[in-house]
């Protein structure tokens, strides 16, 4: 199920995920075993991102960053002032860059390829 698929609930899931069919929403349920304490009830279903809204609206920024560094090669190699100027400008754009975008991305205890991505971008 694709995101605002749905004509009766247009936004029941957001637009950016879908539903994985292929595995079954599962229904977990606790209940009380000691006096005052309060039950417990799960349902647990598999979403996936769509990786094109973040392509569009992340990596392809990060490369048109990236790329805009290459314009200092273009003065003269005797101007190390404003090479300098070029990459320290972009660098901080890409650290902006990446500091807004991590607000906007769920928290993992690994590095996404997204991650490995934009770290490769600020060494290049």
């Known amino acids: 199920l694709r995101g605002g698929s749905n004509p009766l609930v247009p936004h029941a899931v957001p637009v950016e995920w879908c539903v994985d069919e292929e595995e ?3 229904l977990m349920v606790t209940k ?3 006096k005052g ?3 417990r009830f799960d349902i647990v279903i ?3 991102r769509d990786p094109r809204c973040y ?3 992340i990596a392809f ?3 048109l960053i990236t790329l805009a560094s290459m314009y ?3 003065l003269e190699p005797q101007d190390v002032s404003g090479r300098a100027s070029i990459f320290l ?3 901080l754009t890409s650290v902006g860059f990446k500091q807004l975008i991590s607000t906007w991305l769920p928290r993992k205890p690994y590095l996404t390829f997204l991650d490995k991505y934009i770290i490769t971008s600020f060494l290049v």
């Open 24 to 26: 079954l929403p599962q």
């Open 32 to 34: 009380p075993h000691a």
């Open 37 to 39: 304490r309060l039950s």
């Open 46 to 48: 598999y979403l996936q």
């Open 55 to 57: 392509f569009w609206n």
């Open 61 to 63: 920024f990060i490369l």
């Open 72 to 74: 200092a090669f273009q």
């Open 89 to 91: 400008t972009l660098l």
